[in-house]
């Protein structure tokens, strides 16, 4: 019986592509095209965690940031296309002086954590930014952090990338315009938007927000059970002719992203709370106005694109992958929120290992058993 993918952004994508590389047999579908929802925004910060309090999880992310390099690397090379990957590193400014003797101690940390091999990656704290003409001097009151383990890409060239691998596929194929209403994972069976069944040996369910409904109906779990939600996030591209090899920036929560064709990203709001999933107001043009502060320069390019779309947010707040027990059909590959383009080659790792019978080594904040206690907790707690 093939494997069913459903969902086509960044996880799914991954999904089909390890699939692919592992000769097996798999449909995906996308209730949309390609890259409709949150893949196809406009930020791609390939950050990593702080360096301090080293776990499981930070482990994780660090050998999946360092791997990506290489995979892209073979994807580019056999499609001839490129993702707009750059190591291009991270500038954080310091506005207090409480902030500067912490990222200290992450300097330190740093030199114990980062590491890969023979490559050892730094967080150098320094009094003025690692390149001129730049950030403001004035946002780092307290000096600056340069991290080089800090990289970017971009989004929608990165799933046109991914696509553009499974055009020449041998064993996957993509069907687009078609969404999965239901699913008996015990049965193996999927109905379709077109009114039509697909069969399957197991179903990698990532399809961002609408996964965690979908996932909790095929598990029969309670209908109060919330694995996760949609978290709304705006952004906009700005036509800077910035020169590609600069830092990303990043202070409180503001990304500023140089990309290879000179534009740069704005972003991005998280909010909870919204009437509408994808318009942009007033939140997104205080977060530009904040730019133009730390960046002076971009205040004078004009504004190409203002995007507004959803995140997967699972309950757990990690990522969530893998089965439960009594479904072992039934794979989940979601919730990855803010970190899901540098690490959904390595959740899809995971996630096809559960797929072929292995369980996957990953942390267990990660694992869909987890987020389905802490889920079911939370609706006894309110009850």
Same mark, same amino acid.
């Given at each position: 019986?093939?494997?069913?993918?459903?969902?086509?952004?960044?996880?799914?994508?991954?999904?089909?592509?390890?699939?692919?590389?592992?000769?097996?047999?798999?449909?995906?579908?996308?209730?949309?095209?390609?890259?409709?929802?949150?893949?196809?925004?406009?930020?791609?910060?390939?950050?990593?965690?702080?360096?301090?309090?080293?776990?499981?999880?930070?482990? *994780?992310?660090?050998?999946?940031?360092?791997?990506?390099?290489?995979?892209? $690397?073979?994807?580019?090379?056999?499609?001839?296309?490129?993702?707009?990957?750059?190591?291009?590193?991270?500038?954080?400014?310091?506005?207090?002086?409480?902030?500067?003797?912490?990222?200290?101690?992450?300097?330190?940390?740093?030199?114990?954590?980062?590491?890969?091999?023979?490559?050892?990656?730094?967080?150098?704290?320094?009094?003025?930014?690692?390149?001129?003409?730049?950030?403001?001097?004035?946002?780092?009151?307290?000096?600056?952090?340069?991290?080089?383990?800090?990289?970017?890409?971009?989004?929608? $060239? +990165?799933?046109?990338?991914?696509?553009? *691998?499974?055009?020449?596929?041998?064993?996957?194929?993509?069907?687009?315009?078609?969404?999965?209403?239901?699913?008996?994972?015990?049965?193996?069976?999927?109905?379709?938007?077109?009114?039509?069944?697909?069969?399957?040996?197991?179903?990698?369910?990532?399809?961002?927000?609408?996964? *965690?409904?979908?996932?909790?109906?095929?598990?029969?779990?309670?209908?109060?059970?919330?694995?996760?939600?949609?978290?709304?996030?705006?952004?906009?591209?700005?036509?800077?002719?910035?020169?590609?090899?600069?830092?990303?920036? *990043?202070?409180?929560?503001?990304?500023?992203?140089?990309?290879?064709?000179?534009?740069?990203?704005?972003?991005?709001?998280?909010?909870?709370?919204?009437?509408?999933?994808?318009?942009?107001?007033?939140?997104?043009?205080?977060?530009?106005?904040?730019?133009?502060?730390?960046?002076?320069?971009?205040?004078?390019?004009?504004?190409?694109?203002?995007?507004?779309?959803?995140?997967?947010?699972?309950?757990?707040?990690?990522? +969530?992958?893998?089965?439960?027990?009594?479904?072992?059909?039934?794979?989940?590959?979601?919730?990855?929120?803010?970190?899901?383009?540098?690490?959904?080659?390595?959740?899809?790792?995971?996630?096809?290992?559960?797929?072929?019978?292995?369980?996957?080594?990953?942390?267990?904040?990660?694992?869909?058993?987890?987020?389905?206690?802490?889920?079911?907790?939370?609706?006894?707690?309110?009850?």
């Amino acid at each position: 019986m093939p494997l069913l993918i459903v969902g086509g952004g960044i996880m799914g994508l991954w999904a089909a592509v390890k699939a692919e590389r592992l000769g097996i047999n798999a449909l995906l579908v996308e209730a949309g095209r390609l890259g409709d929802g949150a893949s196809g925004g406009l930020l791609g910060a390939l950050m990593p965690h702080m360096p301090d309090r080293w776990s499981d999880k930070k482990q *994780f992310q660090f050998d999946a940031l360092v791997a990506l390099e290489k995979e892209i $690397a073979e994807l580019e090379a056999e499609t001839g296309l490129s993702a707009g990957y750059r190591r291009c590193g991270r500038i954080i400014p310091l506005p207090k002086p409480h902030l500067r003797s912490i990222a200290e101690r992450h300097e330190r940390d740093a030199g114990g954590n980062w590491v890969s091999g023979e490559r050892q990656f730094h967080w150098h704290v320094g009094d003025s930014p690692s390149v001129a003409g730049w950030v403001d001097e004035a946002a780092g009151q307290a000096g600056f952090v340069l991290d080089t383990l800090a990289a970017r890409v971009s989004p929608r $060239a +990165m799933i046109a990338l991914l696509a553009a *691998f499974l055009l020449k596929a041998r064993h996957v194929r993509v069907a687009e315009q078609c969404s999965v209403l239901s699913l008996d994972p015990d049965g193996g069976r999927a109905v379709l938007s077109s009114g039509n069944e697909a069969l399957f040996g197991h179903v990698v369910v990532a399809n961002g927000p609408a996964s *965690f409904p979908l996932i909790r109906d095929a598990l029969g779990l309670d209908a109060g059970v919330a694995l996760g939600q949609a978290v709304k996030g705006q952004a906009a591209l700005l036509d800077a002719a910035a020169d590609p090899a600069m830092p990303v920036v *990043f202070l409180n929560g503001l990304y500023i992203v140089p990309h290879e064709d000179g534009t740069v990203a704005i972003g991005s709001t998280s909010e909870d709370c919204f009437s509408d999933p994808c318009s942009t107001d007033e939140k997104l043009e205080n977060l530009l106005a904040e730019a133009y502060r730390v960046v002076p320069s971009l205040a004078r390019a004009p504004v190409l694109e203002r995007w507004a779309g959803l995140r997967p947010k699972a309950v757990g707040r990690d990522p +969530m992958v893998g089965s439960v027990a009594d479904h072992p059909k039934l794979v989940a590959l979601s919730g990855g929120f803010k970190v899901s383009f540098g690490i959904a080659h390595f959740l899809a790792d995971a996630a096809l290992q559960v797929v072929c019978g292995h369980t996957p080594v990953i942390p267990s904040g990660f694992r869909l058993q987890e987020h389905v206690s802490i889920a079911s907790r939370t609706l006894e707690s309110s009850d």
